[in-house]
């Protein structure tokens, strides 16, 4: 952490705290400063959710732990604001479904990658792919840096976890045939849209919750997780977090938004 002061009483704290978390990883080469701007973006949407876990998530955080419970091959691809703010998170959850992790980049560097690796390493990874030679692989139809991904991963996984990512990487995934599960705070990207499963969240909140989902699902049979992912409705459940968010806005609209301040 920086050597910047928050008060614990500052009515922002948090957001602060994972604000400096960011900054602070910039400067360990684990976050591109383009990612400073995504975290800004995602600050935005959560304040519209009211900086909370709505409860059709709660459905949609069920489901994709079921979807991961229920993989062969599953992979959490990670980038350098995940690694940053859930990197604890990410190893905990692919020790709990027996994952791979990988290291996927838009902005990508072989600086960035082992930045990432020894962050996730730190946290107790094993195993951290897709770093230099490792990317052997690419994504048809994708011209980014992302395209580039282990054959020991994400190229052969079968249920992928995105946190923080792309449109362009998630149809590119599906049309490879791969279950994409996407942590999304933005209901209208095309992430969201194209992803077989969206969780729109903060990713802070929502890894801990995937944890404790996944944990409960365990004792439960095949049969009965794969009813669970079988019952949820992407496309409908995008729609409650947008129509949430708009009653949400009509309501403070209605209400008043002004803030008081003592005399």
Request: charged share 30%; net charge positive; hydrophobic share 45%.
């Amino acid at each position: 952490m920086s050597e910047v002061f928050i008060p614990p009483t500052h009515p922002r704290y948090e957001s602060l705290v994972l604000r400096e978390r960011i900054v602070e990883a910039l400067r360990h080469n684990v976050v591109a400063l383009q990612g400073l701007i995504a975290h800004g973006r995602g600050e935005c949407f959560d304040y519209l959710l009211g900086e909370q876990t709505i409860e059709p998530t709660l459905y949609a955080l069920r489901a994709a732990a079921a979807a991961l419970l229920l993989a062969k091959r599953p992979v959490i691809s990670v980038n350098g604001n995940t690694a940053a703010l859930v990197g604890k998170e990410v190893v905990e959850l692919a020790r709990e479904v027996d994952a791979k992790i990988e290291v996927n980049l838009f902005y990508r560097s072989r600086k960035r990658e082992e930045a990432i690796a020894k962050l996730l390493r730190s946290y107790g990874a094993v195993e951290v792919l897709g770093v230099g030679e490792d990317a052997d692989t690419t994504i048809p139809e994708l011209y980014s840096e992302r395209r580039r991904v282990s054959s020991r991963g994400i190229y052969v996984a079968d249920v992928v976890l995105l946190a923080l990512e792309d449109g362009d990487r998630t149809e590119a995934l599906r049309k490879l045939g791969k279950f994409v599960i996407a942590i999304d705070i933005n209901p209208l990207s095309r992430t969201s849209r194209c992803a077989n499963i969206t969780i729109v969240d903060n990713v802070v909140r929502a890894m801990p919750k995937l944890i404790q989902f996944v944990q409960e699902l365990k004792r439960l049979p095949p049969s009965e997780l794969r009813e669970i992912v079988r019952n949820f409705d992407n496309e409908k459940y995008l729609r409650e977090c947008v129509e949430y968010i708009a009653r949400r806005l009509i309501e403070l609209a209605r209400s008043g938004i002004t803030i008081s301040f003592p005399k």
